[in-house]
């Protein structure tokens, strides 16, 4: 397979994985805590809880499917990996759908707690198995540096346009992310149109994927004895130091990438404000993520260019340092007269934004590299089962901050559209924004500052890799 040419088609094909891979997620991270809270409302306390169980879920759920996908039989014309995304695919639509789908409505809110707990962790299930079996494919399909990075970029072009869609299609849908009470009912039911047109482009686009994009190399019985147990697994892929000092700045990087587009609707609102910004100003700032994913497209083989000229490694640590200096303009910024001024600063994140996406797939896959040099088969799904896992983490982190900051503002028992300290408010909200981000972004750095896989050792591996291959 490393001397196969790599073509056009065989990159963009493969690029359309982003979009259920991305557009899916995205939606869910973006829209999902300020459905339940602020327009099905349920209280905060319920909301913490729904999301801890659902990490608790994630500590099986995740390793589990990796270690599944990594036991299971090449079959012919289904693969090893393909049998997992076929199967994954018309569930994942469907929960997309349902997760927007809130059939009543009590007082107590105990009924949409359940029904909250329950679809997010179907809705969980099914895109691990998406999303860990369709990381899988991408180091075993493009062997080296060279052809990574150059399938990286349809890539991670194609999963900025599956983000400008996340950012696109709510704003065409939803008239406010944040509704007064009287307009709730209105809110729901576009919610839910939101939803159904995701899950439908979703499911359309995914077939070409699936029938034509991917390519798996059928595996040996010598291949596949090899794999060690579930457990030995777990063991040897949790205390690979190198993958646990990669998985600690990936997890500092979803953290600011679940926690930013989560509270950006509401800090529109209350701390900038005005016209443009009521009800979370779907349209205005659905103009700044779409312009903020723009620039990451466009910034992309600029990042391609750093990578190769100071190496994935020092690339990532550059986008790190450049992501917390793009992040500290909005501390100064209050009011209605920096309106244009935070849809500047919004759309600025896609040059960290664009660096973050495209470095940690090559560094990723230069782990799984070393692991498959040492232990003689390649565990691509155990690695990103794990991963998975620990992305999650990333998320409850998050809803952990927003949890401990509402509740030191006023919106410990329920979201308030009319705060009784407003000032409170604004700082609690620019803490979101830019101190915790910056803190996850500062353990990031320590992580790759210490992370030993480049120079010289990236190297004897990559030379390795090719003999193995040979």
Same mark, same amino acid.
């Given at each position: %397979?490393?001397?196969e040419k790599?073509?056009?088609?065989?990159?963009?094909?493969?690029?359309?994985?982003?979009?259920?891979?991305?557009?899916?997620?995205?939606?869910?991270?973006?829209?999902?805590? @300020?459905?339940?809270?602020?327009?099905?409302?349920?209280?905060?306390?319920?909301?913490?809880?729904?999301?801890? !169980?659902?990490?608790?879920?994630?500590a099986?759920?995740?390793?589990?499917?990796?270690a599944?996908?990594?036991?299971?039989?090449?079959r012919?014309?289904?693969?090893?990996?393909?049998?997992?995304?076929? #199967?994954s695919?018309?569930?994942?639509?469907?929960?997309?759908?349902?997760?927007?789908?809130?059939p009543?409505?009590?007082?107590?809110?105990?009924? /949409?707690?359940?029904?909250?707990?329950?679809?997010?962790v179907i809705? *969980?299930?099914?895109? @691990?198995?998406?999303?860990?079996?369709?990381?899988?494919?991408?180091?075993e %399909?493009?062997?080296? /540096?060279k052809?990574?990075a150059?399938?990286?970029?349809?890539?991670?072009?194609?999963?900025?346009?599956?983000?400008?869609l996340?950012?696109?299609?709510? %704003?065409?849908? !939803?008239?406010?992310?944040?509704?007064?009470d009287?307009?709730?009912?209105?809110? =729901?039911? /576009?919610?839910? %149109?939101?939803?159904?047109?995701?899950?439908?482009?979703?499911?359309?686009?995914? +077939?070409?994927?699936l029938? =034509?994009?991917?390519?798996?190399?059928?595996?040996?019985? *010598?291949?596949?004895e090899?794999?060690?147990?579930?457990?030995?697994s777990?063991?040897?892929t949790?205390t690979?130091?190198?993958?646990?000092?990669?998985?600690?700045?990936?997890t500092?990087?979803?953290?600011?990438?679940?926690?930013?587009?989560?509270?950006?609707?509401?800090?529109?609102?209350?701390?900038?404000?005005?016209?443009? &910004? *009521?009800?979370g100003?779907?349209?205005?700032?659905?103009?700044?993520?779409?312009?903020?994913? +723009?620039?990451?497209?466009?910034?992309?083989?600029? $990042?391609?260019?750093l990578?190769?000229?100071?190496?994935?490694?020092?690339?990532?640590?550059?986008?790190?340092?450049?992501w917390?200096?793009?992040?500290?303009?909005?501390?100064?910024? @209050?009011?209605?007269?920096?309106?244009?001024?935070?849809?500047?600063? !919004?759309?600025?994140?896609?040059?960290?934004?664009?660096?973050?996406?495209?470095?940690?797939?090559?560094? $990723?896959?230069?782990v799984?590299? /070393?692991?498959?040099?040492?232990?003689?088969?390649?565990?691509?799904a155990?690695?990103?089962?794990i991963?998975? &896992?620990?992305?999650?983490?990333?998320?409850?982190?998050?809803?952990?901050? #927003?949890?401990f900051?509402?509740?030191?503002?006023?919106?410990?028992?329920?979201?308030?559209?009319?705060?009784?300290?407003?000032?409170?408010?604004?700082?609690?909200?620019?803490a979101?924004?830019?101190?915790?981000? @910056?803190?996850?972004?500062?353990?990031?750095?320590?992580?790759?500052?210490?992370?030993?896989? $480049?120079?010289?050792?990236?190297? $004897?591996?990559r *030379?390795?890799?090719?003999?193995?291959?040979?």
């Amino acid at each position: %397979m490393s001397e196969e040419k790599l073509t056009f088609k065989k990159k963009f094909l493969f690029g359309l994985s982003a979009f259920p891979d991305q557009l899916t997620y995205q939606i869910f991270q973006f829209l999902i805590f @300020t459905f339940y809270f602020t327009v099905v409302k349920i209280p905060l306390t319920l909301m913490i809880i729904t999301y801890v !169980i659902w990490g608790i879920w994630n500590a099986v759920n995740d390793p589990m499917l990796g270690a599944l996908s990594e036991r299971t039989k090449h079959r012919g014309k289904w693969g090893k990996r393909k049998l997992y995304l076929l #199967i994954s695919i018309i569930p994942l639509c469907a929960m997309v759908v349902l997760m927007f789908y809130v059939p009543f409505n009590t007082s107590d809110k105990m009924l /949409e707690f359940i029904y909250f707990l329950t679809t997010i962790v179907i809705f *969980e299930f099914f895109y @691990t198995m998406f999303d860990v079996n369709v990381n899988a494919i991408f180091p075993e %399909m493009f062997p080296n /540096e060279k052809k990574r990075a150059s399938a990286n970029l349809f890539i991670k072009g194609l999963t900025v346009v599956a983000l400008i869609l996340s950012s696109l299609i709510p %704003m065409i849908f !939803i008239s406010d992310y944040v509704p007064a009470d009287a307009e709730i009912p209105l809110a =729901k039911s /576009e919610y839910f %149109m939101m939803a159904i047109v995701v899950a439908v482009f979703t499911l359309i686009i995914s +077939i070409p994927f699936l029938l =034509k994009g991917i390519v798996e190399k059928v595996e040996m019985t *010598e291949d596949f004895e090899k794999r060690p147990s579930f457990f030995q697994s777990m063991k040897i892929t949790l205390t690979n130091k190198t993958f646990v000092k990669f998985v600690v700045a990936n997890t500092a990087v979803w953290y600011c990438f679940s926690i930013l587009p989560m509270i950006i609707p509401i800090y529109a609102e209350f701390v900038i404000g005005g016209s443009l &910004f *009521e009800g979370g100003g779907s349209l205005i700032v659905g103009i700044a993520l779409m312009l903020a994913f +723009i620039i990451a497209a466009l910034v992309m083989p600029i $990042h391609k260019k750093l990578g190769f000229k100071y190496g994935m490694r020092k690339a990532f640590m550059i986008t790190l340092v450049t992501w917390i200096c793009t992040l500290f303009p909005f501390l100064f910024i @209050t009011g209605e007269a920096f309106q244009v001024a935070f849809v500047l600063l !919004i759309a600025l994140q896609g040059f960290p934004l664009s660096g973050a996406l495209f470095y940690v797939d090559i560094l $990723h896959a230069d782990v799984i590299d /070393e692991d498959a040099v040492k232990f003689g088969v390649k565990r691509s799904a155990s690695y990103y089962g794990i991963n998975a &896992f620990i992305h999650r983490i990333s998320i409850i982190l998050v809803i952990l901050t #927003i949890g401990f900051m509402f509740g030191n503002i006023g919106w410990d028992k329920q979201f308030d559209p009319l705060p009784s300290d407003e000032f409170l408010v604004i700082l609690g909200l620019k803490a979101i924004m830019v101190i915790f981000p @910056t803190i996850a972004l500062v353990i990031g750095l320590l992580a790759m500052r210490s992370y030993g896989l $480049h120079g010289e050792r990236l190297e $004897h591996i990559r *030379e390795d890799v090719k003999k193995i291959r040979a």
